[in-house]
């Protein structure tokens, strides 16, 4: 039984043939169309989209040929079936290489119309099913990453609301003691709704979805303006924080702006935060071949030999933490890698325990050879 | 007195919306709250609120682009097209597309602000002014 009637147009100059198709499809449970030349055919296919169209090579007029090309414009799914008069090998050849799934030569009985027909059906059926597994994969792919992360989130973020309420005395005035409590918990919750943000963009990067369009992107100037953001972080913990960048022509690069921007931030607080008291920050621009290359310098505590080839790994909280306060995901520095590789580049780091570290960022030139002004 | 400004809260979820409730009722606002699209459509008409605040993904992922799409720029939103409208949301980018506001290539009206879920009281009341003031 099939659950919805299949429709089959018959396109062919001959009434016998086109009354007797229909009389064959009709009592094999098939619903049947016909048209008696190739435009009235094509006609129908648009306003009809048939399941199957079975058609007459040699027509006066458009031929049957022409109505496969047209066919397989408007919809290569619907299944076409050649009628031949004159059974050559060349033209059936030359029907199926324009997408012809069969050939039919006359004269055919009504069980050959029926085999070869339900053959085709069939193969429609199958191609129908896979490209629609196919697409629904695909978009659940792409919907995945988004719908855990809004059901994770949503229940965490209705919290963290009620407590910004709570903090704010929106609610009635709190005693310390509470809202000292509060304010703990709501920062718990903030640490892991980031966490959170911080799995998902590896889990973005890692199906390729993470970078946006990749722009020429001249960094000079926003990197300039992320120093100055971050000034008042660097001074609030009474670190000096430098930017230096040449005068002259600096090459773009290709990149997609909104990540890089979330790598140097990562770069440039961790170099404040993991720095010593009244330590300094280096931020520099520069060329070396065919990269444009940004180092992020810090006099901080350093990291030691064994941790340096870890630093990169997800949740990795080296030991350049300990006398701090446990702070982020551990998944910064590997975001960054993962967004800088995604840009062709690279990520180094050096260190010296004791002294400070310096992260090298390195991006492929927009146009390598011709530096733009 | 004046009468305070009317805004219109959309958001599925109930807790959200009875927090951000009390944000809005504590600036004295009169809060109207929709649980979804289809009830915001509702009373965005009926109510002509000043300001609407949106959820984007609500039942399904793009609930709150379409709302706001349609009330931007269908004939059937035509007397409320001019309401300010924030999105409130968690989301900053639907499986890497990131939001276009002001239209993108169609040239189409979208959301007039954007507002990180979970909202600090003291920003949200302050944006929702400023749209108010315009």
């Known amino acids: 039984m099939r659950e919805s009637q299949d429709l089959i147009l018959i396109i062919d100059d001959e009434e016998t043939i086109r009354d007797s198709c229909v009389q064959i499809l009709v009592k094999s449970g098939y619903a049947a169309e016909t048209a008696e ?25 458009m031929s049957g040929f022409d109505v496969l090309e047209n066919l397989r414009v408007i919809d290569p799914q619907i299944m076409a079936i050649v009628i031949t008069g004159y ?11 324009k997408g012809a799934y069969d050939f039919l030569p006359k004269p055919f009985t009504p069980e050959e119309l029926r085999m070869i027909l339900a053959r085709a059906l069939e193969h429609r059926k199958l191609a129908l099913e896979a490209e629609a597994l196919r697409r629904e994969k695909e978009l659940l792919e792409e919907n995945m990453i988004t719908m855990v992360s809004h059901q994770l989130r949503s229940p965490l973020v209705a919290i963290q609301q009620y407590f910004e309420v709570l903090l704010a005395g929106m609610a009635g005035s709190l005693e310390e003691k509470t809202r000292e409590m509060i304010r703990k918990a709501s920062d718990r919750l903030v640490r ?25 992107l001249d960094l000079r100037p926003a990197l300039g303006k992320l120093v100055e953001f971050m000034a008042p972080l660097a001074r609030e913990s009474d670190m000096a924080i430098s930017w230096d960048a040449p005068e002259g022509p600096l090459s773009s690069v290709l990149g997609d702006e909104e990540t890089l921007e979330q790598v140097f931030t990562n770069l440039i607080s961790n170099a404040i935060k993991f720095n010593k008291p009244h330590g300094r920050v280096s931020v520099r621009i520069g060329e070396e071949r065919d990269d444009v290359l940004v180092e992020v310098q810090d006099t901080g505590i350093g990291i030691s030999k064994e941790d340096l080839p870890r630093i990169f790994d997800q949740f990795v909280q080296i030991s350049r933490r300990a006398d701090k306060k446990l702070k982020g995901s551990g998944l910064g520095l590997s975001i960054a890698k993962k967004i800088i590789e995604a840009h062709g580049g690279r990520i180094d780091v050096k260190s010296e325990p004791g002294t400070g570290s310096t992260f090298t960022v390195r991006l492929p030139k927009s146009h390598p050879e011709t530096a733009s002004p | 007195m004046t009468t305070p400004a009317k805004i219109l809260l959309i958001d599925d979820d109930p807790d959200f919306r009875e927090a951000v409730t009390a944000i809005l009722t504590s600036a004295s606002y009169a809060v109207i709250p929709a649980s979804g699209p289809a009830e915001g459509k ?49 989301v900053k980018q ?20 954007y507002i990180d879920k979970p909202v600090k009281p003291a920003d949200l009341l302050a944006r929702i002014e400023k749209h108010l003031r315009k």
């Open chain 1, 37 to 61: 030349n190739g435009e009235t055919g094509i006609q129908k296919i648009r306003d009809l989209r048939p399941d199957a169209v079975i058609v007459d090579l040699k027509m006066p007029g």
């Open chain 1, 87 to 97: 059974a050559t090998v060349d033209s059936a050849v030359e029907a199926m290489k």
């Open chain 1, 192 to 216: 892991l709704l980031d966490l959170i943000n911080d799995w998902l963009d590896l889990a973005r990067i890692d199906t390729g979805r993470l970078v946006g369009k990749l722009k020429p």
């Open chain 2, 42 to 90: 509702e009373k965005i008409l009926a109510e002509k609120p000043d300001l609407v605040l949106l959820d984007i993904m609500m039942d399904s992922l793009f609930d709150g682009f379409s709302l706001c799409h349609d009330i931007k720029n269908s004939k059937e939103f035509e007397a409320v097209r001019k309401t300010p409208i924030i999105f409130v949301s968690a």
């Open chain 2, 94 to 113: 639907i499986a890497g597309s990131r939001f276009e506001f002001k239209g993108g290539e169609q040239g189409l009206a979208g959301p007039d602000d």
